[in-house]
């Protein structure tokens, strides 16, 4: 009898960690027979092994075995008067490792979309702000407000696993309203609209804070807008989601953010109404949570000889690198499809997934597992109340991240 080789995955490729994919598994590659969602299909299918796949460990460009690398790593290591790491997503184990090496050497940790995180962290700080879960969402809202423009392209399936859901325990999905405000891409926007209550407001992000403005106001609005107002005043449960890269290209990112927050603060007077930011898809929230577990600071720490300190401004590892204020930058990356940019002012070890790709080559490449692929591993979704156990699915000889930091560390677990 054939094995069964299909099974069920965890995917670590997206902050909503979804676990009702099915994959076939064949001679140790991979093909995702449940999802029918181009983006999330490509997107775990780009970390197959491939004849461009790099298996092997690399020293200024040149193939060397992995002893080899380690012992050259260590070399750079001690050799080094400071060390930076930058996190470009892994999982749970993988950011402690990172930690335990920063103690042995005193190094700063930064995650390379800090600055995201800092921005709605900004809005808790000085004001604070009402949050909901991916799963109170599903269950309970009646109108979601999506903000921005790539939002469902980083997050394909926020539309059917959980604003447009087939079961909900406590509301009618079928009912659910979705507003879009932002330039969403049109052919997207048709689909969904084919299935589901959504209206759209095309409109620069810029204008976000004067439109939440004009919709909790008394003032005679257009068409378009007087129906979306319409909409908002019955509703019982908003949701207002969004993702903090996408007003990157604004005049005031921290501005449209805090005037979202203040908009559900005013919606909460007659009404239920939460906020629900979409992390990035670099394990962001995994990497934030292990931190302030660890640390009490979800990102950009030093440790200093006795603990860890934090202050986002000197420990921003971007700032710290494009200045030369480092001479050792270590990079990790298990998760990320995009290419790594790194800086050849600095020397650069790159411990990464063997489909990474860079502008520049890195001094000592060190290829690692995926978790949820080559090893098991746990990461956080989004809204940093759950915690998904990701299994393995290949065979192969690749470490995790965590085993390979701690060789360089010389961390025993």
Request: aromatic share 8%.
């Amino acid at each position: 009898m054939k094995p069964d080789n299909k099974r069920y995955i965890t995917c670590p490729f997206c902050s909503l960690h979804c676990d009702d994919i099915q994959v076939e598994v064949n001679d140790n590659r991979f093909k995702v027979i449940s999802e029918n969602i181009k983006d999330c299909t490509s997107k775990i299918e780009y970390f197959n092994i491939k004849n461009t796949s790099n298996l092997t460990a690399m020293f200024k460009n040149k193939k060397i075995t992995f002893k080899k690398a380690i012992d050259s790593a260590r070399r750079m290591i001690n050799r080094s008067d400071d060390i930076t790491l930058v996190n470009h997503g892994t999982d749970v184990n993988g950011v402690r490792s990172l930690l335990n090496f920063a103690a042995s050497y005193n190094c700063v940790v930064d995650h390379v979309n800090s600055k995201y995180l800092y921005r709605n962290l900004g809005i808790i700080q000085r004001k604070g702000y009402m949050a909901t879960s991916l799963t109170e969402t599903r269950n309970r809202s009646d109108v979601v407000i999506l903000f921005g423009n790539n939002i469902l392209k980083k997050s394909p399936r926020l539309i059917d696993k959980v604003i447009f859901p087939k079961h909900s325990l406590c509301t009618n999905p079928k009912s659910r309203k979705l507003i879009l405000v932002g330039d969403f891409d049109t052919g997207s926007v048709k689909k969904i609209k084919s299935k589901h209550h959504v209206k759209h407001l095309k409109t620069n992000l810029n204008d976000t804070p004067e439109i939440l403005t004009k919709l909790v106001s008394e003032d005679k609005l257009s068409k378009n807008l007087e129906e979306i107002r319409k909409t908002i005043k019955k509703s019982k449960y908003l949701v207002a989601s969004w993702t903090t890269s996408d007003f990157d290209k604004c005049h005031d990112p921290d501005y449209i953010i805090s005037s979202i927050s203040d908009f559900i603060l005013s919606m909460n007077k007659t009404s239920r109404a939460a906020c629900m930011p979409i992390a990035g898809s670099l394990a962001d929230a995994t990497s934030s949570q292990t931190m302030s577990w660890i640390t009490g600071f979800p990102s950009r720490v030093k440790f200093n000889g006795k603990s860890f300190f934090h202050d986002r401004n000197i420990c921003n590892g971007e700032e710290i690198i494009s200045n030369r204020n480092t001479d050792l930058a270590i990079h990790i990356s298990t998760v990320n499809h995009n290419k790594v940019m790194l800086n050849d002012k600095v020397k650069n070890i790159f411990i990464g997934h063997i489909n990474s790709t860079f502008n520049i080559r890195p001094d000592i490449f060190i290829p690692v597992g995926n978790p949820g692929i080559d090893h098991q591993g746990i990461m956080f979704r989004t809204d940093n109340v759950v915690s998904v156990l990701l299994d393995k699915i290949r065979e192969n000889d690749l470490l995790s991240t965590q085993d390979v930091v701690n060789m360089l560390s010389e961390v025993d677990d």
